[in-house]
């Protein structure tokens, strides 16, 4: 999966407008434009689709993370780059305040069971020996979950 079509799906799921986006990015401390939005948005052949980089799309799920459950004291997180998609989930976990349990239900509504001990080595620091890397299609088997 592409950051673009993370960040589509992401908007899909929540149903947020162009100035919510905007708004998320700000919470962050960081500016878009409508125009980077309509660029980031675009359809995957159109030549006029700007690729959102790992920094960006970090920076707007450490956004949504202040939406949903507030800014903590200090400074904000420093985004990542590059961006795995085990810390996009991560991310999504900490924004919608899921535990493993609740993702598990999640993935089970759409039927792709997983088990707990699978679920936590996505969690792990990738130095770890029991780490597993969150593929793309687990990644979509997840959004499609929050989307239901």
């Known amino acids: ?3 673009n079509d993370i960040l589509r799906r992401v908007r899909y799921v929540f149903d947020f407008s162009d100035l919510k986006m905007i708004e998320l990015f700000k919470l962050a401390n960081y500016d878009v434009s409508k ?12 030549p006029l689709l700007i690729e959102i980089t790992d920094k960006e799309l970090a920076i707007f799920l450490n956004g949504l993370i202040i939406e949903k459950r507030g800014k903590r004291e200090g400074p904000l997180p420093e ?38 001990h699978e679920l936590s080595a996505f969690f792990r620091n990738p130095d770890h020996k029991h780490y597993r890397e969150f ?6 088997y997840f959004l499609n979950a929050l989307q239901k």
Not at 35 to 46: E, N
Not at 135 to 140: E, K, M, P, T
């Open 1 to 3: 999966m592409t950051n």
């Open 79 to 116: 985004p990542e780059d590059p961006l795995s998609n085990n810390m996009i989930l991560r991310k999504l976990k900490i924004a919608l305040d899921l535990k493993s349990d609740d993702i598990l239900d999640m993935l089970a509504l759409i039927d792709k069971k997983i088990s707990k």
């Open 135 to 140: 593929l793309d299609q687990y990644l979509r």
């Open 35 to 46: 125009a980077d939005l309509d660029g980031w948005f675009k359809k995957d052949d159109d």
